[in-house]
């Protein structure tokens, strides 16, 4: 069975997948809504109709949380073998910074 392609970022207007015949591969695409996506969004050429769709799919949160994910893990096996040092602490911090994710707003300001 075929995942379901996310509508397009942009516009939320339908997406599709066509195959490049002369190339072998695969392509997402946005129908946009009417045909007037204010961007040209595609995906490049996959070697399978799967891999298209993942690629579509994949969207900068889904990154975000995977990265912050992986610090997470490292910071906690690194504390429970007693040696969390400023190094992953600063390292969490900068990606924090550089995704602009420093700030909540469960904080009170």
């Not at 970022?9 to 490049?20: L, R, T």
């Not at 975000?64 to 602490?89: F, P, Q, W």
Request: aromatic share 6%.
């Amino acid at each position: 069975m075929d995942e379901e392609l996310k509508p397009c970022p942009f516009c939320g207007g339908d997406a599709g997948v066509s195959e490049i015949r002369a190339r072998h591969a695969f392509s997402a695409y946005c129908s946009g809504r009417s045909h007037q996506c204010a961007v040209t969004v595609e995906t490049a050429g996959y070697e399978s109709r799967e891999r298209a769709i993942a690629a579509w799919n994949t969207r900068r949160n889904d990154l975000v949380i995977e990265d912050l994910s992986m610090l997470i893990r490292m910071m906690v096996t690194k504390h429970r073998r007693g040696n969390l040092d400023e190094e992953y602490c600063q390292k969490a911090m900068d990606y924090l910074q550089r995704e602009g994710l420093q700030g909540s707003v469960l904080r009170a300001s």
